[in-house]
């Protein structure tokens, strides 16, 4: 149905996301590789996921995905993905190295132009906000840090988006103070309330695991579907 254009043409959005869906959770083994490439190709198919999503207002805006899908089955979709996005990854990363080393240097308003740099190229990320907040902090920018923080949180519609962005915001004036009395007591109140897979997605964002002196698997996985490719959590 997905890959005759005549067909899914006809398709209402909600119908082809429910296909997609189906696709996604019960295609065979051996043939979701090639059929998910040759879907991926597509905009309509592309668009279903947050992958290619590369505005502010458009993160964590699909989730269809996760409910029954094994985890065998997520990494070989995030393999495909990643896949698909290989050159965009490597451009990322060269320039997440440059920023970082800009950043030792105390080379700020450098770091920032590279931060813009990979906005005009790859769009928003979660990665660029957090950096952006933290280098402006680190430049002593406070007010511009404080405007670019609130600028995000209006334009954003997620009650999560929002939290993470006052989270970077709070970490950037006193991130040791902010980690302990902030992050590290919402971890353990949304694991004392069963909320694993939310405390392991904020652990593996905040503390990472060899700071945090945590052993075994996250249960996070899942939720990084509502997150861009290039949010490098």
């Given at each position: 149905?997905?890959?005759?254009?005549?067909?899914?043409?006809?398709?209402?959005?909600?119908?082809?996301?429910?296909?997609?869906?189906?696709?996604?959770?019960?295609?065979?083994?051996?043939?979701?590789?090639?059929?998910f490439s040759k879907l991926y190709t597509k905009e309509r198919?592309?668009?279903?996921?947050?992958?290619?999503?590369?505005?502010?207002?458009?993160?964590?805006?699909?989730?269809?995905?996760?409910?029954?899908?094994?985890?065998?089955?997520?990494?070989?979709?995030?393999?495909?993905?990643?896949?698909?996005?290989?050159?965009?990854?490597?451009?990322?990363?060269?320039?997440?190295?440059?920023?970082?080393?800009?950043?030792?240097?105390?080379?700020?308003?450098?770091?920032?132009?590279?931060?813009?740099?990979?906005?005009?190229?790859?769009?928003?990320?979660?990665?660029?906000?957090?950096?952006?907040?933290?280098?402006?902090?680190?430049?002593?920018?406070?007010?511009?840090?404080?405007?670019?923080?609130?600028?995000?949180?209006?334009?954003?519609?997620?009650?999560?988006?929002?939290?993470?962005?006052?989270?970077?915001?709070?970490?950037?004036?006193?991130?040791?103070?902010?980690?302990?009395?902030?992050?590290?007591?919402?971890?353990?109140?949304?694991?004392?309330?069963?909320?694993?897979?939310?405390?392991?997605?904020?652990?593996?964002?905040?503390?990472?695991?060899?700071?945090?002196?945590?052993?075994?698997?996250?249960?996070?996985?899942?939720?990084?579907?509502?997150?861009?490719?290039?949010?490098?959590?």
């Amino acid at each position: 149905m997905l890959h005759n254009p005549l067909t899914a043409g006809m398709l209402t959005d909600e119908a082809y996301s429910a296909y997609a869906a189906d696709f996604i959770a019960s295609s065979k083994p051996n043939e979701f590789r090639e059929n998910f490439s040759k879907l991926y190709t597509k905009e309509r198919f592309r668009s279903l996921f947050n992958a290619s999503k590369i505005q502010l207002e458009t993160f964590y805006s699909q989730g269809i995905f996760v409910q029954g899908l094994s985890y065998k089955r997520l990494l070989n979709l995030y393999s495909c993905i990643f896949e698909a996005n290989s050159a965009e990854i490597r451009f990322f990363i060269a320039i997440r190295d440059k920023y970082e080393s800009k950043v030792l240097l105390g080379e700020f308003d450098a770091a920032l132009a590279l931060l813009e740099e990979l906005v005009v190229t790859q769009g928003e990320s979660l990665w660029y906000i957090r950096n952006k907040i933290t280098t402006l902090g680190m430049k002593g920018a406070l007010q511009e840090m404080q405007e670019f923080a609130e600028g995000c949180k209006l334009r954003s519609k997620e009650v999560f988006i929002t939290f993470l962005i006052n989270c970077f915001l709070l970490i950037a004036s006193d991130a040791k103070l902010h980690l302990e009395k902030l992050i590290k007591i919402t971890i353990a109140e949304l694991e004392q309330a069963g909320a694993k897979t939310t405390a392991d997605l904020l652990s593996l964002l905040f503390v990472p695991r060899p700071l945090s002196g945590l052993l075994g698997p996250y249960l996070s996985l899942k939720l990084f579907k509502h997150s861009t490719s290039f949010n490098n959590i």
